[in-house]
């Protein structure tokens, strides 16, 4: 019956609605009856009074006797009231004259039991009821004991028909069920009007999700309140955005991998069947299984990179961090690219603001981090250019900087450089070199060690990477003396090596 939540909401807010209306209604009326039948009790306990003082005073007094009975037929006629007073001469009845009709008696009723009760006790009575059978309908009686010069002569009754008295709390209970009623419908237009407010969010959420579901990440959920359900709404559109963002990581992912590996595939496949169908010499085959040999080597590089940056985005590479020396990791990292340099007559100017500048980091991330930006630096700085290494240790952060004199970068595509695949050079060829993943993972790592990598860069004058990592308070354990002389050389071993390499290149700087 109640499949959506916008039903099961209206139509639990109109039963607590109801509910608590016919309750606060019922109580209501109640509390009115039982403080209108207080109110009429008192007032013909006071009316009975009255009339004690009428009937003592001038009633017994034959000369004002029509006065007297004047007076208790408008008591009568304002309550609508039936009076008896009841002495040794018999019973003297008033009640309205325009009225008279109402009230039929039983002739055969007998007052005495009443009548001993009020007398012998002294006491006012108030009853509900027939009456004994004096009534064919059911009154509220008022009785007293009537005294004359402080002598009790007789008894006074006063009776007024019931029916009356609930017309006018069932008029109450028609005003509280009129309002309830009109509570309902008020209820029923804010609470739909509520309901849906809270519910369309909830159904956008749901036809987006299926959407999403099928590959379409463009519809969003409007944003309209500051409560939860604006909360809610959004974090779906955040992570509709994250959602849209990784399924368009994912295809230019799958369009960039492929066509990395296909280039050199293809070209691998070419040189293959031009040597077995003979359209290469034999004499030539040495040269081109070189090429194959080095696009296959190009593609594990690829695969590699993809299943390192693989590990480290689904966190399944932990880091194992020790304390070490920064700049000695840095200058035994440099220190391996000495072939390379040397080749291009690269001069390499190291600057270590600090003799020692110890940090807490994983040494084999960060040896693959400064690899993956000296290999860059070296590849895009022309022959007899300048590589920059310098590191810094601040107050709570050690920075590195690895800067060339290449090509640089345009601003436009400084924000892609960690993009997966991103190549500056805009022509993949199956010659070109790298596999524009290195600072991808760079930059995964560095986020691993919770700090940041920062690429400045000027077309024709160069580019300029620095990351930071935390300092560490402690210190390594002091090697043996000869471990500690090697150990602590590293700088100064990294400045005699770049002075070795410049004394003959003298005339390049």
Sequence with gaps: MFKSVFSRMLFTYLVIVLLTTLVLGFLVGQLFRDQYYNERVDDMVREAEETNNIIA???????????????????ARKYDAYIWVIDSHGILRVNDPLDGERWAENTEFNLQDTLSDVIESGNIIRTTGFFGDAFGVEVMTIGRPLYIEGRVEGAIYIHTMLDDIQQSVLKIYENVFSSAVIALLVALVLVSWSARRFTEPLSRMNEAAQRYAKGD????????????IGTLSKTFNTMANELESLENLRRSFVANASHEMKAPLAAM????????????????????MQIVLDETKRLTNLVGNLLDLSKIES????????????????????LTFEGRIDEKAINVNVQFKNDYCYVNADADMITQVLRNLLDNAIKFTPQGGTITVWTYCGKKKAYVAVKDTGCGIPAEDLE??????????????????????????????????????YVTSKVGKGTNFCFELPLS????????????TAAEAGPEKAHRETAKKEEPKKDKH
């Design 57 to 75: 005073e001038r009633y017994y007094d034959g000369s004002d006797r029509a006065s007297a009975l004047s007076e208790l037929q408008v008591i």
């Design 217 to 228: 990440f463009t519809e969003r959920v409007p944003v309209r309140t500051k409560d939860e």
């Design 269 to 288: 496949r070419g040189f293959l069947e031009a040597m077995l169908d003979g359209s290469i010499p034999k004499e030539e085959h040495p040269e081109y």
């Design 315 to 334: 966190g399944s590479v932990p880091l194992h961090k020790t304390v070490f020396d920064l700049n000695e990791l840095t200058a035994r990292t440099l």
């Design 416 to 453: 892609n450089v960690w993009t997966r695949f991103f190549k500056v050079e805009k022509a993949h060829t199956p010659g070109s070199e790298g596999t524009g993943l290195g600072l991808s993972i760079v930059r995964k790592i560095i986020e691993q060690h919770d700090s940041k990598i």
């Design 473 to 484: 308070n402690k210190r390594p354990k002091r090697p043996g003396r000869q471990e500690e």
